[in-house]
């Protein structure tokens, strides 16, 4: 197949497409120009918040976004070096904890913003809606499938507010993308292929004493105790099975997630999920690493989901047959088009109308709302008491293919997916794996 071209663009798509870019491309990913925020809300209509998990996307949330829609009040990490360090950009906060439930008893918090590592997302999330907050949990929202349940049903109980941070969800190139595949002017879509990346191969890593001010014991959380690595923590915590999904859940919850929102009525029912190829960088003996001083998530994968319907869904580490490493092709009946961070090409892009791209053919999917930044997004929701555009119940549902693609590959075998008992068929090995080992006192209940 050839790559996709470039469209040409007239003066109101290329307008458009400077909102966009302004929005996608790196470092500038969550800025939206100021037009499209609309009013700073008074000093009073301000939401009082908490961040959770102090590291690399709690900063940009802190220097990009919260502000001034949010006031962050109080700050809390496990690594009392990081909370001290995170002042500089929350200088009014009061760092709490080490334990995050000390964040939780304060009755001035509304919101908070859970930034950890991958496997403490949903304990603290379920924690902080029983505790009344409405809660921005940064993507990927579960670590397992039956996470999934326990949030949802969490949720129901407590009539709060769930946002997940995919923010491409808010993105108008995406939306578009989203939009023109669900709206049948192209037929039925087929196919869609997905890049995300492969994890990088890492180690040995040596053992080290664990850094005075780390508390490694609640870092580790639900998962085993086990020496410190520093490889293991900070920032590369998404390499470790122990931890989190690799590339599988942390791109595949932005990119698998917006593949199945185009894919909208065609991804519903059976799913079989077939690993093609799949790599890891350490020998697996019943899907478990072998060695424990590297890391240890697929390096590279080729993994087809086909839908009870006919279409596919195509997730690859990269896609250099198509002309992209990362990104998402969208096949329809009539015709394909190309959209990630900052690009959204194609002839059927080229065709669309001003109408189209004066955010008529996207406004649906926003619930009528106009574009907007995703923590403003947030921020309207909470005070409309409103789920958001980023819900739990669609992101849990798009990032379980995310994680049975990542059981297919470790247990090295297809797959086959009821969605509606959340149960792999005929595979009782598969179904003990929709659940984690949980350490005693740190089970997500
Ligand atoms: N939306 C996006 O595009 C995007 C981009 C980057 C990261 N993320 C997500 O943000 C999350 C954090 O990623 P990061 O790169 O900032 O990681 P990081 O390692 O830099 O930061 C995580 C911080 O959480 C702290 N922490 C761990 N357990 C804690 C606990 N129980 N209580 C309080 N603090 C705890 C750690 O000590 C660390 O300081 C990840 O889940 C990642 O997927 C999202």
């Known amino acids: 197949m050839r790559p996709v071209a470039s469209p040409q663009r007239g003066p109101s798509r290329r307008d458009f497409h400077k909102t966009t870019l302004l929005a996608a491309t790196a470092g500038g990913w969550f800025s939206l120009p100021q037009s499209d925020l609309g009013a700073a809300p008074a000093v009073n209509d301000r939401l009082t918040a908490a961040v959770i998990g102090c590291g690399g ?7 990009h976004q919260l502000e001034p829609h949010f006031h962050i009040a109080a700050i809390c990490d496990v690594d009392q070096t990081r909370a001290e360090a995170y002042r500089a950009v929350a200088p009014d906060a009061e760092v709490v904890g080490p334990d995050y439930r000390d964040v939780l008893e304060r009755d001035e ?5 859970v930034t950890t590592p991958d496997h403490w997302h ?20 579960t670590f397992s499938v039956d996470e999934g349940r326990v949030i ?15 923010q491409q969800r808010s993105d108008p190139n995406f939306q578009t993308a989203v939009a023109l595949a669900r709206s049948g002017r192209l037929g039925a879509v087929r196919k869609v292929t997905v890049a995300i990346g492969g994890g990088p191969a890492g180690g040995p890593f040596a053992s080290r004493p664990v850094p005075s001010g780390l508390d ?7 998962a085993t105790m086990t020496e410190y690595i520093p490889e293991r923590c900070h920032g590369n915590f998404r390499w470790w099975y122990e931890y989190s999904g690799g590339k599988l859940t942390d791109w595949g919850a932005h990119h698998v997630d917006i593949a199945m929102w185009a894919l909208g009525t065609a991804a519903k029912g059976k799913v079989r999920i077939e690993v093609v190829r799949s790599e890891h960088p350490v020998p697996l003996r019943n899907g478990q690493p072998t060695q424990a001083d590297r890391y240890n998530t697929a390096t590279s994968f ?34 394909r088009y190309f959209v990630n961070r900052g690009k959204l090409t194609g002839k059927p892009i080229e065709d669309l109308s001003q109408q189209d791209l004066s955010q008529a053919l996207t406004s649906d999917l926003r619930g009528g709302r106009p574009v907007m930044s995703h923590t403003r997004h947030f921020y309207e929701c909470v005070h409309r008491r409103q789920q958001p555009i980023s819900d739990a119940a669609s992101h849990v549902r798009h990032l379980n293919l995310c994680h049975l693609a990542n059981i297919g590959q470790r247990l090295g075998r297809d797959v086959h997916w009821d969605p ?13 794996w929709l659940r984690r080992e949980q350490r005693h006192g740190f089970e997500v209940v």
């Not at 490694?216 to 639900?222: A, E, M």
């Not at 580490?317 to 998402?328: R, V, Y």
Request: hydrophobic share 40%; net charge negative; proline share 3%.
């Open 57 to 63: 996307m709690a900063t940009i949330h802190a220097q």
């Open 109 to 113: 918090i509304d919101v908070v913003f």
């Open 122 to 141: 949903a304990k603290i999330t379920v924690d902080a809606l029983r505790a009344g907050k409405d809660v921005y949990c940064e993507k990927p929202l």
């Open 152 to 166: 949802e049903s969490t949720l129901a109980a407590t009539d709060r507010i769930l946002q997940v941070g995919t």
């Open 216 to 222: 490694w014991n609640r870092w580790l959380g639900q």
């Open 302 to 335: 080729d993994i087809r989901c086909r839908m009870q319907g006919g279409a596919e869904l195509i997730i690859r580490d990269s896609a250099p047959d198509l002309g992209f490493e990362n990104g998402i092709l969208i096949e329809c009946e009539g015709g």
């Open 420 to 432: 509606e008992s959340r149960s792999v068929i005929d595979d009782p090995e598969a179904n003990r």
